[in-house]
Nanobody, 125 residues
Framework: VQLQAFGGGLVRAGASLRLSCAAS????????MGWFRQAPGKEREFVAAISWSGESTIYEDSVRGRFTISKDNAENRILLQMNSLNSGDTAAYYC???????????????????WGQGTLVTVSS
């Protein structure tokens, strides 16, 4: 599967953005999917994940209640709606696919086999 992320940009604190991750080559229903982010000089960190069925989601603590991950099966993509953005959300955001869809949702980058290129989100205060 090939993944491509879109939707990043420069926004003010408090604004919203929606990121998209388009999949090609395979159906996203074959994978659990996740979003990660990496700020300059920091490790890549988990943001959110959604199960292949769309029935389960998990979030990193700092984004829970502000970010929502979802699936768009018709377009074979996943979405990340980000509200109430703050400077701490500034990072390159990456989508990723976990082959082991029958396992519980995972938050370690090493568990994800396929990655898209990052899309940069910059939040100005």
């Amino acid at each position: 599967v090939q993944l491509q992320a879109f939707g990043g940009g420069l926004v003010r604190a408090g604004a919203s953005l929606r990121l998209s991750c388009a999949a090609s080559g395979r159906s996203i229903n074959e994978y659990n999917m996740g979003w990660f982010r990496q700020a300059p000089g920091k490790e890549r960190e988990f943001v959110a994940a959604i199960s292949w069925s769309g029935e389960s989601t998990i979030y990193e603590d700092s984004v829970r209640g502000r970010f929502t991950i979802s699936k768009d099966n018709a377009e074979n993509r996943i979405l990340l709606q980000m509200n109430s953005l703050n400077s701490g959300d500034t990072a390159a955001y990456y989508c990723a696919a976990d082959l082991n869809r029958l396992l519980r949702l995972r938050s370690q980058a090493g568990d994800y086999a396929y990655w898209g290129q990052g899309t940069l989100v910059t939040v100005s205060s």
